[in-house]
């Protein structure tokens, strides 16, 4: 595979393996476990449920990723952002998330929702600096127990 900048990159097929062994990495470091037959099989088949979804590399290792979910012809979910626990702080996240934004935006969503975990502390500040502000619970999810949202 050949170099790739620090930016989002649409996923691709061929990213599937370095995708499942970066969730492999990630997921522990948020004391979260990849459960790819159970509730993560939709890694398995990123394009069918996800309406766009990115990747992030360091040259050849894939760090970072975020995903955008249509819940409605105007509303839509932000999804699957993960960044390697030593890329924290350094504004990788924030770019992965306003990525995710201005698609929306070009898209003509007008609302942007996304479930979290209370103990997600970083990742809550993150959104919140963005401008997400807590909201009803809006989906089932077991797992999360913070739910936010943004006006585009």
Same mark, same amino acid.
């Given at each position: 595979?050949? =170099?790739?900048?620090?930016? =989002?990159?649409? #996923?691709? +097929?061929? #990213?599937?393996p370095? @995708? @499942?062994?970066?969730?492999? $990495?990630?997921? =522990?470091?948020?004391?979260?476990?990849? *459960?790819?037959?159970?509730?993560?099989? #939709?890694?398995?088949? %990123?394009? &069918?449920? /996800?309406?766009? /979804?990115?990747? !992030? /590399?360091?040259?050849?290792?894939?760090?970072? $990723? %975020? &995903? %955008?979910?249509e819940?409605?012809? *105007?509303?839509?979910? @932000?999804?699957?952002?993960?960044?390697?626990?030593?890329?924290?702080? !350094?504004?990788?996240?924030?770019?992965?998330?306003?990525?995710?934004? $201005?698609? &929306?935006? &070009?898209?003509?969503y007008?609302?942007?929702?996304?479930?979290?975990?209370? +103990?997600?502390?970083?990742?809550?500040?993150?959104?919140?600096k963005?401008?997400?502000? *807590? $909201?009803?619970? #809006?989906?089932?999810?077991?797992?999360?127990? %913070? /739910?936010?949202?943004?006006? @585009?």
């Open positions: 595979m050949e =170099p790739r900048p620090f930016g =989002p990159i649409a #996923y691709q +097929t061929a #990213y599937q370095l @995708l @499942l062994s970066f969730l492999e $990495t990630c997921l =522990p470091e948020s004391h979260r476990s990849l *459960d790819i037959t159970g509730r993560h099989r #939709y890694y398995l088949h %990123v394009e &069918a449920h /996800f309406k766009a /979804f990115w990747c !992030m /590399f360091d040259e050849t290792r894939m760090i970072g $990723t %975020v &995903a %955008v979910s819940l409605s012809h *105007d509303t839509c979910e @932000l999804k699957s952002l993960y960044l390697l626990e030593c890329y924290h702080g !350094m504004g990788y996240g924030k770019k992965l998330i306003l990525h995710a934004m $201005t698609y &929306a935006k &070009a898209h003509g007008q609302k942007m929702y996304l479930d979290s975990l209370s +103990t997600s502390e970083k990742a809550l500040a993150l959104y919140r963005l401008g997400f502000h *807590d $909201t009803a619970r #809006y989906n089932t999810n077991p797992c999360s127990d %913070v /739910f936010m949202v943004k006006e @585009l």
